[in-house]
């Protein structure tokens, strides 16, 4: 059964109606959690306080968890940042001082909100149509998957605002298409739509958008019945094999398998 709540563990650690305030719906079905981004009025539009939000829910995630879907309400899944920070409107401003410090910890506090979708434990799938613009790209970018609707376009819009993309979705962009087109698509500040996005990799499925719910349900299905641990401890490799030396990931494969064998059989 799915159940829409305010707490993941039952402690509440997201106070009641933080979640709406924030944006967002959260639905709970077993080892499965879905966050929306709902605000469907705004496209989606993001905010300080959607991110902390969201890394509130990663700090709050049981152990049972096994997939996360991320998912837009409305007619897109994002549209980015919501202009109004820039004027302390809806979800919080920016830092009011020029403390470098506090701007960084600022900064951080909201990458937390995108950083925690790649633990291990978890599989995070971004369920993506529509506008997918500047935070809205980088939130799927954190995603260990993507499953997009034809309609689906992309957008890294930051650099046509005069900032440049700090929600952990430089790393993945280079990592999937390389730094020529990295640049390319972030300096042009262009849309990459459906079929481009998964002929360049950024999409591991590309459906209609009337099958997205679909395909996703699919993909969970397909994931579930794969021991935890063993996902676990292959999501491990797999994350950590682009900064690793072959010597260096063939001892992680030794460490991850005498692991797997030792909660196998004892010993």
């Given amino acids: 059964m799915r159940v829409e709540r305010d707490s993941l563990d039952g402690k509440d ?3 009641a109606g933080a979640l709406a305030e924030a944006g ?8 499965v959690v879905t966050i929306t981004l709902d605000r469907p009025e705004r496209r989606n539009a993001m905010t300080p306080l959607m991110w902390r939000t969201m890394a509130e829910i990663g700090d709050a995630l049981p152990e049972a968890v096994r997939i996360v879907v991320l998912r837009g309400a409305g007619p897109s899944f994002s549209s980015g940042i919501d202009l109004k920070t820039f004027s302390g409107g809806d979800g919080g401003g920016l830092p009011t001082t020029g403390d470098p410090e506090e701007g960084d910890r600022f900064i951080a506090g909201l990458q937390a909100g995108f950083t925690w979708l790649r633990r291990p434990e978890i599989v995070s799938i971004a369920a993506v149509h529509g506008h997918a613009i500047g935070a809205g790209f980088q939130l799927a970018l954190a995603c260990d998957l993507r499953i997009i609707a034809d309609d689906t376009r992309y957008c890294m819009k930051e650099p046509a605002l005069g900032l440049v993309p700090d929600l952990t979705g430089t790393k993945p962009l280079v990592e999937i298409v390389g730094v020529s087109r990295a640049i390319e698509i972030c300096l042009t500040a262009r849309t990459v739509e459906a079929e481009e996005a998964a002929r360049l990799g950024l999409a591991e499925r590309v459906v209609p958008r009337e099958g997205l719910d679909a395909a996703v349900a699919e993909l969970v299905a397909a994931l579930l019945p794969i021991d935890a641990g063993a996902a676990a401890a292959t ?3 797999l ?3 682009p900064d690793n030396t072959l010597a260096e990931q063939c001892a992680a494969e030794r460490r ?4 797997r064998l030792k909660a196998m059989f004892g010993g």
Avoid: N
């Fill in 13 to 15: 650690p997201i106070p």
């Fill in 24 to 31: 967002l719906r959260l639905e709970i079905e077993g080892p």
């Fill in 235 to 237: 999501k491990r490799l």
């Fill in 239 to 241: 994350r950590q094999a």
């Fill in 256 to 259: 991850e398998q005498l692991g």
